[in-house]
């Protein structure tokens, strides 16, 4: 038998010392700056003419059908160059995406943006800067640092106050609950590190409070930090659709009671559906007495912050621990772009930790600023470059020109809505969203039965019919559980005709729904007779 030795081995497979032949062509270098030019030209005639193209915010495509376009696509097959490719993503992306920027999509916090933050994007992506360390970013460091310090002075915070950019409210709200936990920890339970220790035998008792219109983050979070759903108290609220400070105060005597620990509670400055912003000084006031943590969650509410108008409506957010802000709401920036802060910020170090090859503690001590000893994050995108050149481009004062137009935008709405027999609306918007439903009782159209099933049936039934026509694009939501429409107002080119031609839409899908469930109920009536009949003739 021949014997394998690594001679033999070596003699059969000749080791080859050359470095083995790439396709480079591709690489973005100085030596490829000519085919990024024309991709980039290419990429951008290509998105001109889809938006100068765009009637409406979407094409009504459902799930099926647009999957059928993705079923005989080979992943393993190249295409024959950029053109085919570009060819190709119309058809599977921007022929049936939903367009934020068009005045009939009135649906979610999707703003439209402004194209200070597209420029800053191209060079974000083609730079590629990682934002963790100082020596991967260098000046991408010192510019964040100064847009969290700008962010700092519109909050009303010390400058001692310090932050970080997250990738939007979801993290922010993590980052908060996480310090609010581990400050506890620390300060009641003898230095108590979670960090190193684990969760404490009592962390199942820890109660975090917040309002019923939170956003389910809280309660995500809550999860995430092993502290579970059940920790999250969900507290009434007013009629205002503000956290109600008496329930607030009964459910943490109550809490007490059961032998539970309150550690924080949440203050929404902004609600998801109402934009409600919660008593934050009568907060405050109860965190002082019961030596809790206060979070403001201005995720949606942070464009008051540059509002020229309604900048009060934020009076006392700068008494909060911690507070969220999601730049891509309110601030007209493409997503992702938010930022968690705190005037607490030697708690940031809870998140710390100091790895060798990439920020060891010699470099903390030397002074260099790595921004990851204060992230959940590692490797980070440059996305305070967009609010950067937002701001030195545009300035604050035209943002919050845009951000004070759709609020009265949306109180011209509620007048409208208001005066029309067949809308229903809940209450005064606080800042740009109106919750409503068509209400088929007040209707031309007279229904035969007009229970909460039957108008949840039809807000319901209003919404899908909408989107699946793309003509406008509008939000649903459920209050003490019934289904009501919503609209969401951050488009500051969207009209009040515009507005006036979607409620028209809203009411011809509830008429048409009515007539179709009265014939369908009239056949059956019929039906129901006949039969009576022939059974009686026999």
């Known amino acids: 038998m021949l014997e394998v030795t690594e001679d033999l081995l070596a003699a059969s497979h000749p080791i080859n010392h050359s470095v083995p032949s790439s396709d480079l062509s591709f690489l973005f270098n100085q030596k490829n700056l000519s085919e990024y030019r024309h991709s980039i030209e290419n990429g951008l005639r290509l998105i001109e003419a889809t938006i100068q193209d ?75 800067t990682s934002v963790d360390t100082w020596d991967q970013s260098a000046g991408g460091t010192l510019i964040e640092q100064a847009m969290i310090d700008w962010t700092i002075e519109r909050i009303g915070f010390a400058q001692s106050a310090d932050g970080i950019f997250t990738s939007g409210g979801t993290q922010s709200n993590l980052m908060a609950l996480l310090l609010a936990r581990d400050h506890y920890c620390e300060k009641q339970l003898n230095g108590w590190s979670i960090k190193h220790q684990g969760l404490p035998a009592c962390a199942s008792r820890f109660r975090i ?61 902004g609600t998801t559906d109402f934009g409600s912003i919660d008593p934050i000084h009568e907060i405050h006031y109860l965190c002082e007495k019961e030596d809790l943590w206060l979070h403001a969650d201005a995720a949606y509410g942070c464009g008051l912050l540059v509002s020229n108008k309604h900048s009060h409506k934020l009076t006392g957010i700068s008494l909060a621990h911690s507070v969220t802000v999601d730049y891509h709401k309110s601030f007209y920036q493409p997503v992702s772009c938010g930022a968690f802060f705190t005037r607490r910020p030697e708690c940031l170090a809870y998140v710390s930790y100091h790895a060798d090859y990439l ?52 109180q011209h709405c509620h007048k409208l809505m208001k005066s029309d027999g067949n809308i229903d609306v809940l209450t005064q918007p606080a800042i740009s969203t109106l919750v409503f439903r068509f209400h088929p009782a007040h209707s031309s159209v007279k229904p035969r039965k007009t229970d909460d099933v039957f108008l949840n049936d039809c807000n319901e039934h209003i919404r899908k019919a909408l989107f699946k026509k793309g003509e406008a694009v509008i939000a649903g939501t459920k209050v003490d559980g019934k289904s009501y429409l919503k609209f969401t107002l951050l488009n500051p080119e969207t009209s009040l005709s515009d507005i006036e031609s979607i409620i028209d839409m809203i009411k011809h899908e509830g008429n048409e729904y009515i007539n179709r469930i009265q014939s369908t109920s009239l056949s059956t009536s019929t039906l129901v007779r006949q039969t009576q009949e022939a059974e009686q003739e026999k």
């Not at 058809?91 to 049936?96: A, I, N």
């Not at 980070?380 to 604050?396: E, N, P, V, Y």
Request: proline share 4%; hydrophobic share 45%; aromatic share 8%.
């Open 54 to 128: 765009k009637q409406q915010p979407f094409s009504g495509k459902t799930p099926r059908e647009l999957a059928q376009v993705f079923a005989s696509i080979n992943l393993d097959e190249t295409l024959n160059g950029t053109a085919e490719a570009l060819q190709e993503l119309t058809s599977v992306y921007l022929d049936d995406a939903i367009y934020f920027h068009h005045p009939k999509y009135v649906a979610h916090l999707n703003c439209p943006i402004v194209y200070p933050a597209i420029l800053a994007e191209l060079f974000i992506s083609s730079i590629n």
């Open 359 to 410: 920020n060891p503690r010699s470099a903390t001590l030397e002074g260099t600023p790595n921004l990851v000893n204060k992230s959940l994050q590692t490797t980070r995108r440059f996305d305070a470059l967009k609010l950067w050149l937002t701001l030195r481009i545009m300035g604050a004062k035209a943002l919050g020109a845009m951000f004070d137009d759709v609020i009265e935008l949306a």
């Open 209 to 269: 409070f917040t309002s019923k219109l939170s956003h389910f983050s809280v309660q995500k979070s809550a999860a995430l930090l092993g502290l579970g759903y059940d920790a999250v108290v969900a507290v009434d609220h007013d009629e205002h659709y503000q956290m109600d400070m008496d329930s607030l105060k009964e459910a943490i005597n109550a809490c007490k009671l059961a032998g539970d620990i309150p550690i924080a509670i949440v203050a929404t400055m």
